[in-house]
């Protein structure tokens, strides 16, 4: 076999498509969705390169459209479990020893599948499963995940160019090798970018991953998971299981031979496993790398030299686009009281003119969230606002479960900068604005930075330099990524890598070189040339 230094194709991120009324891509992927909503599917686990139905399933259902039936997925049982981490084991040995340009070219074929063949398929999807409108589905399960795919393998080839220094006498060289066991990979439901990304990622650099999706997005899980075994994902390498979470995290957990986990979810899970995993630490062959990006409460924090627009723009998108059940949506609003009539004028009149409805209609800006017990959850918040005194809804406020679990964006503006709503992480189409004195810009932003455990992102809105310089000193340790002068989501990968600390998560940001770091294990192996014969060193003379 041949052999070389091989360079992989530049990566570039993936252009966005409009979906303009009359473009080819909008007939695409409205025909392709209308196939997929009048058919149903079975999705089964997959383990070791077979499609297992354990007959025990759940039904998945479009959260815009509760009583429509899309299908059912498969849930495992303990040996299911076991026989996913024995298979990977097995597979480990051949696919870690696997020639990394091999791996490369498997994850960077899924990335042209993702751009090709299977672009309106996973966007169909999505919009189906998730509830996303065309946009925020392309941005996601499209443009995402193929930057994931294309920047990681670059990522790779750069990690490995880098290697220690060498003399004439002895050669020092850096081997990275997966990590010595499987990784265990929990996904969420809001993105599918992110769905594919943590066991792709792991595997890439050469690991074996127990994928458990998450219930609310097996749907489109499926297509990625379809994508990866066209692209070549060798069996055993990423096996997909479905289930009763604390069964399925228990089991994996008490294998001596797990060795990661790659988590985005909810702190509060996220913190439970990382007590699980420590309490067996004694059982692990290694120490297990646990990386996870988990909650937010995340602001935007507005100057009085702001430009009332701007905000009022960065509110209505920041909040509510994907209904603000993104990890990264402004859900805190602090705006010099100036201004304020301004922006509120801005704001309501873009909420009132938001349509609601499926995503199918592309005039909708707003769909529903994902299931009733994040309705139920939302609507409560929103009916105690009504009662409480230091709480007022200017817009929104009202929600309908009747065909599908819709809640209109809702604006809340309290006198009390530490209401309930401004601290706690309710992941929907709901924002709290606390209005302040313009002079208290810097004992506001020492509000922003102590209110709430959380640290992912933020925003910063000014047209003076000096109060940005303040601000951005004052909230150092307050979001991972830190916007100024825009909305606080859309990360892209390669530009923007994402992730928050405190109780926000690891912030080994994915979409870099810091995230693909965590699934190794680096042997230095040194080679001297002329061994020594003689134990004696010169001051012994």
Known sequence: MGKGFFEVPIAVNEPILSYAPGSSERERVLKTYKEMYNETIEVPLYINGKDIKTGNTASMNPPHDHQHNLGVYHKADKSHIEEAISSSIEARKKWSKMPWEQRAGIFLRAAELIAGPYRAKINAATMLAQSKTIHQAEIDSACELIDFLRFNVQFMT?????????????WNRLEYRPLEGFVYAITPFNFTAIAGNLPASAALMGNVVI?????????????VLDVFREAGVPDGVINMVMGDPVMITDTVLESPDFSGLHFTGSTTVFKNLWQQIGSNIHKYKTYPRIVGETGGKDFIVAHKTSNPKQVATAIARGAFEFQGQKCSAASRCYIPKSIWEDVKKYLVADINSFKIGSPENMENFITAVIHEGSFDKLAGYIDQAKKDNDAEIIAGGTYDKSKGYFIDPTVIVTENPKYTTMCTELFGPVVTIYIYEDEAWEETLKLVDETGEYALTGAVFSEDRYALETAVKALENAAGNFYINDKPTGAVVGQQPFGGARGSGTNDKAGSKLNLYRWISPRMIKETFVTPVDYKYPFLG
């Open 158 to 170: 750069e990690i490995y160019h880098e290697q220690p220094e060498s003399t004439s006498g002895a």
């Open 211 to 223: 994928w458990k999706p998450s219930d609310s997005q097996v749907y489109s899980a499926k297509v």
